[in-house]
T-cell receptor, first 115, second 109 residues
Framework: EAQVTQNPRYLITVTGKKLTVTCSQNMNHEYMSWYRQDPGLGLRQIYY???????DKGDVPEGYKVSRKEKRNFPLILESPSPNQTSLYFC??????????????FGEGSRLTVL | QKEVEQDPGPLSVPEGAIVSLNCTYSNSAFQYFMWYRQYSRKGPELLMY????GNKEDGRFTAQVDKSSKYISLFIRDSQPSDSATYLC?????????FGTGTQLKVEL
């Protein structure tokens, strides 16, 4: 089954404790991206990657890091989480190689709470 | 001003009603227009995709884009309880895709 898998689905952590949210897709997609979803603000892009070893900032990259060492994986790293990073996070991938010209396949989301 | 504006609702309609969901966008460079549907506790999934102005129909769903007024619409005919979800419009160009905040729809029996 074609899918984007995120882990963990739910996480409660404390300020400053480094964490990684993993994302893996099995569709051989070049393009992958991370979004956060907040009430009243909608989906906002954090980082994206057009292919292996190529990543770029989205609209809200502050406080986040990413790496793309393999085509299938695109982890999101919070080096020192803060309460304003409490949010619902989605990983997505696309067959088109871009966000705007093809279907984005989303994971089921990771709900992060930073105390 | 947000690049894509969407009324958050919530919108509640009886089963069988025609539903109209709307968005406006501000960036004239946007060429691609999409509607995503998001069920509770799930990721968004693509519902409709259009390029430039015009209408596109898929079953009970019709997407409409008017580039002259920068208006994006989604019409749902014969709405069903299974249509209850949040609908996100999205617009893009130049490798950038911007989402609206989503409209929460509930279709009641």
């Amino acid at each position: 089954e074609a899918q984007v898998t995120q882990n963990p689905r739910y996480l409660i952590t404390v300020t400053g404790k480094k964490l990684t949210v993993t994302c893996s897709q099995n569709m051989n997609h070049e393009y992958m991206s991370w979004y956060r979803q907040d009430p009243g603000l909608g989906l906002r892009q954090i980082y994206y990657s057009m292919n292996v070893e190529v990543t770029d900032k989205g609209d809200v990259p502050e406080g986040y890091k990413v790496s793309r060492k393999e085509k299938r994986n695109f982890p999101l790293i919070l080096e020192s989480p803060s309460p304003n990073q409490t949010s619902l996070y989605f990983c997505a991938s696309s067959s088109s190689g871009r966000a705007d010209t093809g279907e984005l396949f989303f994971g089921e989301g990771s709900r992060l709470t930073v105390l | 001003q947000k690049e894509v504006e969407q009324d958050p609702g919530p919108l509640s309609v009886p089963e069988g009603a025609i539903v109209s969901l709307n968005c406006t966008y501000s960036n004239s460079a946007f060429q691609y227009f999409m509607w995503y549907r998001q069920y509770s506790r799930k990721g968004p999934e693509l519902l409709m995709y259009t390029y430039s102005s015009g209408n596109k129909e898929d079953g009970r769903f019709t997407a409409q884009v008017d580039k002259s007024s920068k208006y994006i619409s989604l019409f749902i005919r014969d709405s069903q309880p299974s249509d209850s979800a949040t609908y996100l419009c999205a617009s893009g160009g130049g490798n950038k895709l911007t989402f609206g905040t989503g409209t929460q729809l509930k279709v009641e029996l």
